[in-house]
């Protein structure tokens, strides 16, 4: 089954030690999505990649980069992180046609814990 | 500003009666309209969505939701509830970005518990 796939599914780092999360996907789809979602918080969009080009939001800190190898694989990079970083990390992905809105399809996520 | 507004945090109900879940948004175009679950600790589950053509539709687990434009709503319905409904339930607009994609704006999410 065509599906969207991430690594670890927990992640336990330890404060301002870098830690990368995986995502990886079957659907052949163009546009990979990264989303946080704090505890009993809704999921908020940190970035997003169209191919090969970068949309970040504005309100995502630096310290959150990405990075997308091929179609297949997109990382999330935390450089340094807080204690405010604890969260569900979530990875979508879509057709992006640009005329049309197009369905998101989610992985399981990440929970990254920091100590 | 785009906008997913779910009034109620946290809504109980018994096993077997019948739930309905609020959802208000705010967009400027036509809305691309989604409901999903989410079990705790776990990623999201589409439950249905709404493009356009019948507002009524139709999704998994027996839910149902109605597109209202003059309310600007689109309630979530379920005829009678079983346990393992129990969950998180986040309704989310589609919004375009320019022609890279789109992006989903979601609600702050309904807990939903059921009593036996």
């Known amino acids: 089954d065509a599906m969207v796939i991430q690594n670890p599914r927990y992640q336990v780092t330890q404060f301002g030690k870098p830690v990368t999360l995986s995502c990886s996907q079957t659907l052949n789809h163009n546009v990979m999505y990264w989303y946080q979602q704090k505890s009993s918080q809704a999921p908020k969009l940190l970035f997003h990649y169209y191919d090969k080009d970068f949309n970040n939001e504005a309100d995502t800190p630096d310290n959150f980069q990405s990075r997308r190898p091929n179609t297949s694989f997109c990382f999330l990079d935390i450089r340094s992180p807080g204690l405010g970083d604890a969260a569900m990390y979530l990875c979508?992905?879509?057709?992006?046609?640009?005329?049309?809105?197009?369905?998101?399809?989610f992985g399981p996520g990440t929970r990254l814990t920091v100590l | 500003a785009q906008s997913v507004t779910q009034p109620d945090i946290h809504i109980t109900v018994s096993e077997g009666a019948s739930l309905e879940l609020r959802c208000n948004y705010s967009y400027g175009a036509t809305p691309y309209l989604f409901w999903y679950v989410q079990s705790p600790g776990q990623g999201l589950q589409l439950l249905l969505k709404?493009?356009?053509?019948?507002?009524l539709v139709q999704g998994i687990k027996g839910f149902e939701a109605e597109f209202k434009r003059s309310q600007s709503s689109f309630n979530l319905r379920k005829p009678s509830v079983h346990w393992s409904d129990a969950a998180e339930y986040f309704c989310a607009v589609g919004a375009l970005t320019g022609n890279q994609g789109g992006k989903l704006i979601f609600g702050q999410g309904t807990e939903l518990s059921v009593k036996p």
């Open positions: 979508a992905t879509s057709e992006g046609t640009g005329a049309s809105y197009n369905e998101q399809f």
């Open positions: 709404y493009f356009s053509g019948d507002t």
